[in-house]
């Protein structure tokens, strides 16, 4: 599963620490998210999503093989 939290992250201007602190991960969680060798389970994908102030779908890319 693809999703945007790099670009989210970015273009809010927070770090992988600040993220991780805020939803209660660890840094390396983010970045397995990010690079997509980890999929969130739906209660991070929730706090991740409120976050950002935006939807699961808008950060969640689903793929249907």
Request: no cysteine; net charge negative.
């Amino acid at each position: 599963m693809n999703n945007k939290i790099k670009d989210l992250r970015k273009e809010h201007g927070v770090t992988q620490e600040d993220l991780a602190n805020a939803v209660g991960v660890t840094r390396q969680t983010v970045i397995s998210l990010e690079n997509g060798k980890y999929n969130a389970s739906l209660q991070l994908a929730y706090k991740i999503a409120k976050y950002f102030s935006t939807t699961i779908e808008e950060i969640f890319i689903f793929e249907e093989n």
